[in-house]
């Protein structure tokens, strides 16, 4: 634009000094865009200069590696990314800058290559995060298997213990564990024929009697005042003093039993499945009681991580806070479960409700589960399965005891799927009652049952009892000679394989002479005799007459 003027009006001074202001423009531009270049190409340099220098200490980083397995942390706390953050792109870029680029490529390429791998995220401790406990330093772990832990499950200190001290009781746990596998398998081979227990397991139940005599005799005045000294100066921030409360066999089966569960949470905390303080419902508000949680649920995350849940007891619709289940409490008309009122006596009353047609209420009730069920896989297909749920009635309601789920049509006849009895319930009957409502369902329906495996720990329990109870009703009642296992199944509506498991475990089948017999144990009729007068009339039970039912035709 310029020249064009220059040659045009070529006598003006005006223009002169315009065309010289322009030149010397140019002349600027080219001297910025020079130092430009020249600045990239020395910053080029550079990170080809730090990348090289890198190659070097590879040693270095290995061998930091090696004392510590975790990634650096960044000052956000959070693990560096894997790529280089170099910016090595120009639009401008000439043939020798592309050059440059090249080796800078070749040289970081041979560099990550000698980098240390590092280890998946989720398998690294967090050194941000610390025990919750008062005073602890998060070094050993409960199970004695772990360097550090961030969870109250697995502090040592809370549990008024050192690490070297979990150190030992792993090994010595360890060391038991394989004693008694090792009995498991040799006594497993001839289960049937060997009903009689050996001269050592003889020897070791009078040893465990002996240790338990002692049991029940109560504290002294000086240890009562230890423990209320301990209780004064921790609270809830340790576990209570547990020494002299029971024996020590007893106490010795609850620390394994405490070691066992911290050491599922810490597999599920390595893989990922939960986090150490987030997204685990701690406690839910339930009607008129605050439960602790046992296991985690998939609720909702914007829920999850509150760590505190607001159920509605009815509808068991769950809420964020405080005044949401006010509010909601107020407007809310349901005051049992949806369905049909199947039996009632007295105050206790079980509907059926479909997962087909109430999806929503069910859903609910499986999570809501699901914080005391192990096993439980089952959330939201929902649609196949009937669920009864057993309540208790007063003058505000019909308050959630307990429910079991069976489905529609089973090809191996289950008569449960799930069963839970809610834990403001537990050790009262209610368990019993639920399990004989569904074999009362079974016998309505000709049918033998038996419940869907795995069972959870506190549901084999449960059966357990209830088999060798009406086991032991049927051989108290029975006058004949010949007895059959088959009998029993068809008057009982138990599972044949759950009467042999039954009768193998109170050590009343023998193999005589190339045939199985049942022995009549009066010894333990007499005990469940004795137990049952002791309970009175006033025990739960469930009565056939008040069932009002009839088996679904088809869904």
């Known amino acids: 634009m310029p020249r064009r003027r220059q040659r045009h009006m070529a006598g003006s001074g005006s223009d002169a000094t315009e065309d010289s202001d322009s030149s010397a423009e140019r002349e600027q531009t080219n001297s910025s865009e020079s130092d430009g270049n020249r600045t990239k190409r020395q910053r080029l340099t550079r990170a080809s200069t730090r990348l090289s220098q890198s190659s070097h200490d590879t040693a270095d980083l290995k061998q930091a590696a090696d004392q510590d397995e975790s990634p650096p942390l960044t000052p956000t706390g959070n693990a560096p990314s894997s790529e280089s953050e170099l910016d090595i792109s120009s639009p401008n870029a000439s043939h020798d800058e592309s ?196 296991y985690h649920s998939p609720y909702p995350e914007e829920y999850a991580r509150l760590g505190r849940l607001y159920v509605c007891e009815f509808c068991l619709k769950y809420m964020k806070s405080q005044t949401i289940l006010r509010r909601h409490m107020a407007k809310c008309v349901w005051k049992h479960p949806p369905g049909d009122e199947v039996y009632r006596k007295g105050s206790i009353s079980v509907f059926e409700v479909d997962g087909k047609k109430n999806k929503i209420y069910c859903q609910n009730l499986c999570l809501l589960a699901k914080l005391f069920l192990d096993h439980k896989t089952l959330y939201y297909d929902v649609e196949p399965f009937l669920f009864y749920v057993m309540t208790e009635a007063d003058n505000t309601g019909c308050h959630l005891v307990g429910y079991f789920s069976k489905e529609k049509n089973s090809f191996l006849n289950y008569n449960v799927s799930c069963i839970l009895t809610m834990p403001q319930y537990m050790r009262q009957g209610f368990g ?102 002791k309970r009175g009339n006033g025990n739960k039970t469930i009565d056939p007459s008040s069932l009002k039912w009839t088996p679904p035709k088809g869904t």
């Open 99 to 294: 050059q440059v680029k090249d080796q800078v490529n070749r040289d970081s390429d041979k560099d990550l290559s000698h980098r240390p791998k590092r280890r998946r995220c989720h398998e690294t401790y967090n050194f941000n995060m610390k025990c919750p406990t008062p005073g602890c330093n998060s070094l050993g772990h409960l199970t004695g298997k772990h360097e550090r832990h961030f969870a109250v499950s697995g502090c040592p200190l809370y549990h008024n213990l050192s690490a070297d001290e979990c150190k030992v009781k792993a090994v010595s746990r360890e060391k038991q564990d394989e004693e008694m596998k090792g009995q498991e398998e040799s006594n497993s081979r001839h289960a049937t024929r060997h009903q009689t227990p050996t001269s050592k397991q003889s020897r070791y139940k009078e040893q465990v009697a002996e240790m338990r005599k002692g049991r029940n005799s109560g504290l002294q005045k000086e240890q009562k005042e230890k423990h209320m000294e301990h209780r004064q100066t921790h609270g809830n921030t340790r576990e209570p003093l547990l020494e002299n409360i029971t024996s020590d066999y007893d106490l010795e089966l609850f620390r394994k039993a405490q070691a066992r569960a911290s050491e599922d949470l810490e597999k599920l905390r390595i893989q990922g499945q939960i986090t150490e303080g987030s997204n685990m419902i701690k406690t839910i508000l339930f009607g008129r009681y605050e439960l602790d949680t046992w």
């Open 432 to 533: 019993k009652m639920l399990i004989d409502f569904s074999y009362l369902l079974s016998k309505v329906e000709e049918k033998v049952g038996s419940p869907e495996r795995p069972l959870s720990d506190l549901g084999l329990i449960s059966y357990r009892s209830y088999w060798k109870e009406v086991l032991l009703r049927y051989m108290h009642n029975f006058q004949g000679k010949e007895i059959s296992i088959k009998e029993i199944s068809q008057e009982t509506a138990v599972n044949p394989v759950d009467i042999v498991s039954t009768l193998q475990s109170l050590q009343m089948l023998k193999y005589w002479k190339g045939k199985h017999l049942v022995l009549k144990r009066q010894d333990l009729i007499d005990e469940w005799k004795a137990k049952e007068v």
